[in-house]
């Protein structure tokens, strides 16, 4: 006798989202940890040597925070106004960061002592950052001003202006302890050589700038502002090489992870996008729980940290998982090596089969009983795949009929009641058409008879439905038809000018000088 064959309702199931290996790795980081600050996060930064040790910016101090165990280790709180961005240098043995009064103050973060105090700025400094050979140092200001520091003598070296609006927004280059860029609200980024004193560069991002990172290479940078990140090629003049459309809300924060191979951007729409450098696409998206105004993420991929409107920092810590890894058992006996598979492995196929109470039912032939078990509240409410798929199991075997036949009002009001609610979903809508179908030419005689019940006030619901679905499908073909003429209008476009006109009109090579990368 052949074995009875279970309901298949796995393939009722939603549709997996494909498991990219960046999506797998990121995944890791797990649930955050919230920790509660005393203000808006203005600016977090990871040292770049073990432990990892990050700064969290916020009100009027800096705290220095232990990735692992995620409790303040250090307490910087000598700030008579709000601190703003407060950064390592690259050997973690220094932190700088400005204020709210337009002072710069280099502090030991072992001992949390200033070591020196730089003044000139006229307005409040929000980023500070070390060059490359870390013995400098450049501040960005509002009063529209970037200073460039002697950390040694305690000297100001030179102040190089031509923004018209605040800077709130700069970075100095990986590669070259000569190079610094600055990012304005008049929408301007500026590249500033040390040595020539003076602006060497100078692109327009679109929009108010926000946040600024160098790749490790030190010719390329990538600059958020609006809603749009771009990428510019410094050795080419500023040449944009892409426009990254992922957000709908301001960007405000740019992070670069894996050895400069992924780029994180926070936004206050509550997202971080993870982008692959090399091909500009989106791998992987975190949600927050609030607006996000700055992150960081440790060398190592280990640990990410946002920091929210709120004053909440989310600590993401990548933990080893021992579920991940079963490693087998391998017993040495004499000169012989005995391998044990797990207990589970050993046993799949002595396994007892067990049918839930539909299959059962189906088992028997009793096709009543077998709807009423799927049309449960629990199981056509947690389940509908369930109910889907004995359904459809019923329409092939020519079963359907009789399980709806002579039926009491409430199971057929719950009956049309799910077709109502499930019909418009892609993944049933044609077992559900068919039922519906069935249950028309089922109780088409008595249809009268249904006027003004619970019944009757259930059809009606479902023929608005209906109604509803088709008159959205047509919208969507109108909106296809509307995108094709775009197209087509787009590829057949006659050339602007007379010099376009002797060449031959090539959109895909116009494209290549500037790509955008949008995503809606």
Not at 1 to 7: A, E, G, I, V
Not at 100 to 108: A, M, N
Not at 193 to 214: I, W, Y
Not at 219 to 232: D, H, L, R, W
């Amino acid at each position: 006798m052949s074995q009875f064959k279970k309901t298949d309702s796995k393939i009722y199931a939603k549709t997996a989202t494909v498991l990219s290996p960046d999506t797998i790795y990121w995944k890791k980081l797990g649930v955050p940890t919230l920790v509660k600050e005393f203000g808006a996060i203005d600016y977090i930064d990871f040292c770049p040597v073990e432990p990892y040790l990050f700064a969290v910016t916020a009100s009027v101090r800096v705290q220095i925070y232990n990735p692992i165990t995620k409790l303040v280790v250090k307490n910087i709180t000598k700030f008579q106004e709000a601190a703003h961005g407060g950064s390592f240098r690259k050997d973690g043995n220094l932190l700088v960061a400005g204020d709210e009064l337009g002072k710069v103050r280099l502090f030991d973060v072992t001992t949390r002592t200033i070591l020196r105090y730089f003044e000139g700025h006229k307005a409040p400094v929000h980023r500070t950052f070390f060059t490359a050979d870390g013995h400098h140092v450049a501040s960005f200001s509002d009063d529209r001003t970037v200073g460039y520091w002697d950390i040694a003598t305690e000297n100001h070296l030179h102040t190089f202006t031509g923004h018209e609006d605040y800077i709130r927004a700069g970075c100095t280059s990986p590669v070259s302890p000569n190079i610094i860029l600055s990012g304005g609200y008049d929408r301007k980024i500026r590249m500033y050589d040390t040595r020539v004193k003076e602006c060497v560069m100078t692109v327009d991002h679109g929009q108010p700038v926000e946040s600024l990172v160098f790749l490790p290479s030190g010719g390329i940078f990538i600059s958020a502002g609006g809603t749009s990140v771009n990428v510019y090629d410094a050795l080419s003049g500023g040449r944009q090489l892409a426009q990254l459309s992922q957000h709908h809300k301001t960007v405000t924060c740019l992070q670069l992870a894996s050895d400069g191979k992924r780029l994180f951007s926070g936004s206050l729409d509550r997202h971080v996008k993870v982008y692959d450098i090399a091909t500009y696409q989106v791998v992987h998206t975190i949600d927050s729980s609030n607006a996000i105004l700055s992150l960081g993420i440790s060398k190592n991929d280990d640990t990410l940290v946002t920091g929210m409107v709120d004053g909440l920092i989310a600590i993401y810590r990548r933990e080893g998982d021992p579920r991940d890894e079963q490693p087998t058992q391998r017993v040495r006996k004499g000169h012989h090596q005995h391998i044990f598979e797990p207990a589970d492995q050993q046993v799949e196929e002595f396994k007892f089969v067990r049918y839930e109470g539909h299959d059962r039912a189906l088992r028997k032939y009793e096709y009543k009983k077998a709807l009423d078990a799927v049309m449960a509240a629990k199981v056509r409410g947690m389940w509908p795949e369930k109910t889907v798929a004995l359904i459809k199991e019923l329409i092939r075997r020519k079963g359907l009929h009789r399980a709806l036949d002579d039926r009491s009002p409430e199971s057929l009001v719950h009956f049309i009641n799910f077709l109502t609610r499930h019909i418009g979903d892609y993944r049933f809508t044609p077992v559900l058409i068919d039922a519906g179908n069935i249950l028309l030419d089922v109780y088409e005689d008595s249809l009268e008879k249904f006027a003004g019940t619970i019944v009757g006030k259930a059809f009606v619901t479902l023929a608005n439905k209906l109604q509803t679905e088709e008159q959205l499908v047509q919208e969507f073909l109108n909106l296809q038809g509307m995108l094709d003429m775009i197209s087509v209008a787009a590829d057949t476009a006659e050339p602007d000018t007379v010099d376009d006109a002797i060449a031959p009109y090539d959109a895909s090579n116009k494209a290549k000088n500037q790509t955008v990368i949008s995503v809606d």
